[in-house]
């Protein structure tokens, strides 16, 4: 028998229709199947972290691997089934990528001994792909395997080392520092820095509308002495700081109700098409049209590639296979002509570019309309198909006349412009998702004269409009993926992921789609990040260090360098930055905290006043010392402000007062209020309250409704996971089945694609 594996439950159905069911199994294993020890277990013994620390020269670590949410249960279940053949042939199929290689690593490690083992990837679902995989099997590729691990292992190093030292300056439980995730956090930072230095510069407008164009006022030249300049001294010609000039400008212009043609300017640009997509172009161009995260963009173009309809949808390429340029090209010529069928456009494959795999595309370019398909997904399919075939077609043609026009009354000229697409080339390929193509020729000539078309109070014309420059826009969560993918730093299977991590270490916060930095993420990036300096010059979390270490993760992956060698060199570069930031964080002004720590052992005991001192004043290796030692004092610390917080919401999810949860608890208070170690016990036995069957929260439902969506999963589904029938049924509470159902919902999405 043969037993294909596979990642995602989604694919199974649609491969064994394409195999066949007599001679095949398809299984999926969840995404992985083994982990390393996670943040969130409860200190990992020091053995577990010193595997990445210290290794044996000439060896990658070794450290002991734990099973993933569903890892145990997905492999008993393959080798069940594989115990009922007398002999099983297993076809490694995880996804084309260095995540899938490993998975393919663990997998061969784990079910040897149980039947012969192939590795086999394909770059889409179709019949003539997985048939051609299967007919040609290869050995895991230990290169690849080698990248993958060296990733998770310093992705792993970094996080627990740098953590440690990022907590002083967040006063946060989910403190966190990241070789990719605090880079991204610092364009969010930074962005916010030039608004908040921004200086606005005032500036008046006049424009005025006819029935072909609309006309703007040119006030200046860039060689006048009252030339208008923006806060970083750019030039328009548009603008004016004078309110009188453009009063009297906006005066005349009313009264003389129309524009007299001066000159005519014609002027012919050829535009090529753009590449067909990659995972962060096709983010981008989801995001740019209609406002999509990236996490929305990769789940419905996951949905589109386990269904057979797209290429695998993580890729950095924009290559193109032979077969599909044919296929693409026949299309075009029989859609709109063989005029229209151009040379293929792809992108440059630049520095730290992963070209295993094609670009994005249709795996039928016949298929316009996908049967069945949900409206958001077949939007994003048809953006793929017009992008792929829009990359086969000749370039756009696009006639623009320049207008000079005059107004009587008025010493200024005014600017204008029509134009027309006089050759669409492949914009034609863009109409299918309504884009608008202007082709029809405008004939404007010298002398010509237009009125001005009449407005209203709401919209006046002509109009003189004042305002002020803004400050550069804050990023939204699609363009954020450009400004990594420029960068260097991240990977298609990483730029979704990114943000929403950001997010959940409350580093960022979204305010109408744009990314803000909250006061912790501006810290991690202005006060701890910086201490992680190698020689004085460079620090470990700017883009440039991070970039170059991708690229010796790629050289890993080719073939092109030794994998110890590069972990080495990676750790200890890094040990010398963790060393330097441990330095240079005690020997500098008291962090934040352990002024928190501080202020609270004065809040508790007044007295203390004289013997700590001006915290202003205050080292940190002096702050540390001293709190060693009011640790071992009796000082009854009062609750801190989230543990009232939390107190007062557990409180009112039980329905019962103070007084009730403490006598319930059985609690005998040292005052009339709990002091910390109190409030902690009484959120406690809340917890054990809520675990014992109180309802699911409304913020719980709607993590769960999100996280199933984006799983591809109903009500019965995502309930089904621990055992239940609908969303009614889940208990609330840390133990509680809610609970349980999101951490499930969080490991099928880690291992759906």
């Known amino acids: ?39 969130r277990d409860i200190h990992p013994p020091k053995e577990v972290r010193k595997a990445y620390w210290s290794n044996r020269p000439g060896e990658l670590p070794n450290p002991p691997w734990f099973w993933t949410e569903r890892g145990e249960a997905a492999i008993r279940a393959i080798k069940e089934e594989a115990a009922l053949h007398d002999s099983v042939t297993f076809y490694l199929a995880a996804d084309p990528d ?62 627990w080392r740098a953590s440690r030292i990022a907590r002083r300056y967040t006063n946060t439980s989910t403190n966190s520092m990241g070789r990719v ?183 039928n370019f016949q298929l316009a309309i996908i049967p069945d398909a949900e409206p958001d997904a077949q939007k994003l399919y048809a953006l ?66 237009f009125e001005w078309v009449p407005g209203d109070t709401e919209h006046p014309n002509p109009e003189l409009r004042e305002d002020t420059t803004k400050p550069p826009a804050r990023y939204r969560s699609h363009a954020i993926v450009k400004a990594m993918k420029e960068a260097g730093i991240g990977r298609p299977s990483t730029y979704a992921k990114t943000v929403d991590r950001l997010a959940e270490r409350d580093y960022v916060t979204t ?24 020689q004085g010059e460079r620090e470990v979390f700017q883009t440039e260090y991070t970039a170059a270490m991708e690229s010796q993760l790629d050289e890993v992956a080719e073939g092109r360098r030794g994998a110890s060698e590069v972990w080495e060199t990676m750790l200890n570069e890094f040990k010398s930055a963790h060393a330097a930031a441990q330095e240079a964080g005690n020997a500098g002004p008291l962090v934040p905290r352990s002024r928190l720590k501080l202020q609270e052992y004065l809040a508790a005991a007044p007295e203390l006043t004289e013997e700590i001192g001006d ?21 009854n610390l009062l609750p801190s402000e989230k543990q009232l917080r939390y107190l007062k919401k ?40 809520q675990s014992e069957g109180l309802a699911a929260s409304a913020k719980q439902l709607h993590l769960i409704a999100k996280l199933a969506d984006n799983a591809g999963l109903d009500e019965a589904g995502a309930s089904a996971l621990v055992g239940l029938k609908t969303y009614a049924e889940l208990t609330g509470g840390r133990g509680g089945t809610a609970s349980a159902t999101i951490d499930a919902l969080r490991a099928a999405n880690s291992g759906t694609g």
């Not at 962060?280 to 999509?292: E, H, K, M, P």
């Not at 299918?432 to 004939?443: F, Q, V």
């Not at 915290?615 to 030692?629: I, P, V």
């Open 511 to 534: 305010e109408e789609g744009a990314l803000m930095p909250t006061k912790g993420g501006r810290n991690i990036w202005l006060e701890a990040a910086p201490l992680f300096c190698l």
């Open 384 to 449: 793929v198909r017009a992008g792929t075939l829009a990359s086969l077609m000749v370039p756009s043609q696009r006639v623009t006349l320049s207008l000079k026009g005059e107004c009587e009354g008025l010493d200024r000229v005014l600017d204008g412009s029509v134009g027309w697409y006089a050759e669409p080339g492949w914009r034609r390929a863009f109409e299918a998702l309504d884009d608008a193509l202007d082709i029809t020729p405008i004939s404007v000539d010298t002398g010509a004269s």
């Open 98 to 159: 260095r995540e899938g290689e490993l998975i393919a690593w663990h997998l061969h490690k784990l079910l040897a001994g149980h039947g012969t083992l192939h590795r086999v990837s394909f770059q889409e679902i179709t019949e003539t792909a997985v048939h051609a995989a299967v007919a040609s099997p290869r050995k895991v590729n230990q290169a690849l395997v080698d990248a993958a691990l060296i990733r998770m292992f310093m992705d792993r190093t970094v996080g």
């Open 615 to 635: 915290l202003d004043t205050l080292a940190e290796q002096e702050g540390r010392t001293l709190l060693a030692d009011l640790r071992t004092r009796d000082i």
């Open 181 to 363: 995730q605090t880079p991204t956090l610092g364009f969010i930072v930074e962005r916010e820095l030039e608004r908040e230095a921004h200086v606005p510069v005032r500036y008046f407008e006049v424009t005025a509308t006819t029935s072909i164009t609309d006309w703007r006022v040119r006030f200046h030249e860039k060689s006048d002495a009252d030339a208008w300049l923006d806060e970083k001294h750019r030039f328009s010609a548009h603008r004016t700081a004078q309110a009188s000039l453009a009063e009297s400008s906006h005066a005349a212009l009313v009264t003389a109700g129309r524009v007299h043609v001066s000159a005519v300017t014609r002027r012919e640009k050829s535009q090529a098409s753009r590449p067909p997509f990659s995972t962060d172009t096709l983010f981008q161009a989801a995001g740019s049209r209609w406002g999509w995260s990236p996490n929305k963009t990769a789940a419905l173009a996951g949905k589109l590639y386990e269904a057979g309809n797209l290429t695998y949808i993580r890729t950095d390429s924009t290559r193109l296979a032979k077969e599909a340029v044919e296929a693409g090209r026949s299309l075009i010529a029989e859609a709109w002509g063989p005029e229209l069928m151009g040379a293929v456009t792809t992108a440059e494959a630049g520095e730290g570019v992963q070209d295993a795999h094609e670009a994005i595309r249709p795996t």
């Open 1 to 39: 028998m043969n037993i294909l594996l596979v990642e995602s439950k989604a694919k199974c159905k649609t491969l064994l229709k394409h195999l066949g069911k007599d001679q095949w199994r398809v299984l999926p294993t969840g995404g992985h199947v083994e982990r390393l020890a996670q943040d």
């Open 650 to 689: 557990m409180l009112e999810s039980t329905g019962l007062t103070q007084e009730q949860a403490v006598e319930s608890a059985s609690l005998l208070l040292a005052g009339e209020a709990p002091n910390r170690d109190e409030a902690s016990a009484l959120i406690d036995h809340l917890s054990t309250l």
